[in-house]
C-alpha cells in the first residue's frame, strides 16, 4: 500500500503561484503513476497532470497546459505540481493519486491510491 499527503496549499491572489506536495510513503513511487486532480465545490473530480514512472512524460488537462507542471523525485519518493499563473477556476480541494499502471490515465478510476487533499484558494 501507498499512503499519499499533500501539503502547499493555501490562499493566493489570481496571477500567482502555488507548488504542491505529494509526499509517499509504504512503498516506492518509482514504479507508480501519479495524477494530480482537483475538485471544486459542487464540481466531480477532475484530472489536472499526470507524470509516469520515470518523470520522461507527463500530461496536462487542457485547462492547466502551460501554466502548471508536474514533476517527481523517486529518490524523495515525492510527486509536485508547480503551478503559475493561478486563476480563480483553478480553486479547488488537490488530491495526489497514484496507479500501479505503467500508462499515463486521466480517469480517477484508473488510481488506486489518493490522498487527503490540500486547499488551493485563489482571490481575484
Known amino acids: 500500500q501507498v499512503q499519499l499527503v499533500e501539503s502547499g496549499g493555501g490562499l493566493v491572489q489570481a496571477g500567482g503561484s502555488l507548488r504542491l506536495s505529494c509526499a509517499a510513503s509504504?512503498?516506492?513511487?518509482?514504479?507508480?503513476?501519479m495524477g494530480w486532480f482537483r475538485q471544486a465545490p459542487g464540481k466531480e473530480r477532475e484530472f489536472v497532470a499526470a507524470?509516469?514512472?520515470?518523470?520522461?512524460?507527463?500530461y496536462y488537462a487542457d485547462s492547466v497546459k502551460g501554466r502548471f507542471t508536474i514533476s517527481r523525485d523517486n529518490a524523495k519518493n515525492t510527486v509536485y505540481l508547480q503551478m503559475n499563473s493561478l486563476k480563480p477556476e483553478d480553486a479547488a480541494v488537490y488530491y495526489c493519486?497514484?496507479?500501479?499502471?505503467?500508462?499515463?490515465?486521466?480517469?480517477?478510476?484508473?488510481?488506486?491510491?489518493w490522498g487527503q487533499g490540500t486547499q488551493v484558494t485563489v482571490s481575484s
Open positions: 509504504g512503498r516506492t513511487i518509482s514504479s507508480i503513476l
Open positions: 493519486a497514484g496507479s500501479p499502471q505503467r500508462w499515463i490515465a486521466t480517469l480517477s478510476t484508473n488510481y488506486n491510491y
Open positions: 507524470i509516469a514512472w520515470s518523470g520522461g512524460n507527463t
